[in-house]
T-cell receptor, first 114, second 110 residues
Framework: NAGVTQTPKFQVLKTGQSMTLQCAQDMNHNSMYWYRQDPGMGLRLIYYSASEGTTDKGEVPNGYNVSRLNKREFSLRLESAAPSQTSVYFC?????????????FGPGTRLTVL | GQQVMQIPQYQHVQEGEDFTTYCNSSTTLSNIQWYKQRPGGHPVFLIQLVKSGEVKKQKRLTFQFGEAKKNSSLHITATQTTDVGTYFCADKNRDDKIIFGKGTRLHILP
């Protein structure tokens, strides 16, 4: 099992460009999450999908959109990238968010916006 | 809103010394989770504490949940170089908001 996979691993964008970060899990988990990690700030939840067909805002949703494509896949879209979105993005999944199960994280995408 | 604070932010210890990181919340914690992130890596789940006053051990790691469920700690006995990394605590409140502490970065001096 691959666990949680993310593509791409690295990306450089210019201000105003758009891109989609892809995430997939093969653990049959119901809940999936997108976090960003900035130096000294820990992990901050951007959006989550508690179950297939639902998405909700986390702590820092502005400038992002998400799509829960199916049970396996959860994508994060930046419509018009800004330098403040330079960060490391982690996707995670868990069996059920409601029961606060352990989260499994992907390897991350390192995004730089110039 | 809820704040989860971790102290210290950084800790340098000699190999073989003990290490402790503390997680404090402005409100009552539901169930606290602890994660470890190696440099350049991704967070990896260590443990979840559920009950007030709970103590759990994993080899050299001891996790405690405060009696009032407003704080938690992770203690590492006799640190090794493999313990290097950042340790995070996390909580999920009743509004389904997941809050991570900012982490404690552990450096081991040989």
């Amino acid at each position: 099992n691959a666990g949680v996979t993310q593509t791409p691993k690295f990306q450089v964008l210019k201000t105003g460009q758009s891109m989609t970060l892809q995430c997939a899990q093969d653990m049959n988990h119901n809940s999936m999450y997108w976090y960003r990690q900035d130096p000294g700030m820990g992990l901050r939840l951007i959006y989550y999908s508690a179950s297939e067909g639902t998405t909700d805002k986390g702590e820092v949703p502005n400038g992002y959109n998400v799509s829960r494509l199916n049970k396996r896949e959860f994508s994060l879209r930046l419509e018009s990238a800004a330098p403040s979105q330079t960060s490391v993005y982690f996707c995670a999944s868990s069996e059920w968010m409601r029961s606060w199960d352990e989260q499994f994280f992907g390897p991350g995408t390192r995004l730089t916006v110039l | 809103g809820q704040q989860v604070m971790q102290i210290p932010q950084y800790q340098h210890v000699q190999e073989g010394e003990d290490f402790t990181t503390y997680c404090n919340s402005s409100t009552t914690l539901s169930n606290i989770q602890w994660y470890k992130q190696r440099p350049g890596g991704h967070p990896v789940f260590l443990i979840q504490l559920v009950k007030s006053g709970e103590v759990k051990k994993q080899k050299r790691l001891t996790f405690q949940f405060g009696e009032a469920k407003k704080n938690s700690s992770l203690h590492i006995t006799a640190t090794q170089t493999t313990d290097v990394g950042t340790y995070f605590c996390a909580d999920k409140n009743r509004d389904d908001k997941i809050i991570f502490g900012k982490g404690t970065r552990l450096h081991i001096l040989p």
